[in-house]
């Protein structure tokens, strides 16, 4: 059933809206991180982190320690970073290593994803 003319300019506002805040956008642009590291600054004023690394779309975060509030520290950062690079993030957390660090290396502490402004994958 379609609904009412009425509310297709709402419908329509929307879902611009929507896309707008999700930095819907085509996938041919080169990455450029220069927004994404300067959001992304915070994480090296942190006692537990122990150095930030960045590839594309992939943010790599080494702690000295597993901190008790890895969760929330992982999913800000994959949060802050969807605003700032607008396409999909995901965010590794690794413990100790070196930067360079890249998935089959090691071990993972947790790992966060945001594609559009959605959730993917939490830390838990």
Not at 16 to 38: F, K, M, W
Not at 100 to 106: A, M, T
Not at 113 to 120: C, L
Request: with cysteine.
């Amino acid at each position: 059933m379609i609904s009412s003319p009425s509310r297709w300019p709402l419908a329509a506002s929307l879902l611009a809206a929507v896309a707008i805040g999700a930095g819907c956008g085509g996938g041919s642009e080169p990455v450029d991180n220069t927004a994404l590291r300067e959001r992304m600054q915070y994480l090296n004023d942190m006692v537990q982190v122990s150095w930030v690394d960045f590839e594309g779309g992939d943010v790599y975060v080494g702690f000295a320690e597993r901190p008790l509030d890895l969760p929330i520290i992982v999913n800000t950062a994959a949060a802050a970073a969807a605003k700032a690079h607008g396409k999909k993030i995901h965010i590794y957390a690794v413990q100790g290593g070196q930067p360079g660090w890249r998935p089959g290396d090691g071990p993972v502490l947790c790992e966060a994803s945001v594609r559009m402004g959605m959730p993917g994958k939490l830390c838990m």
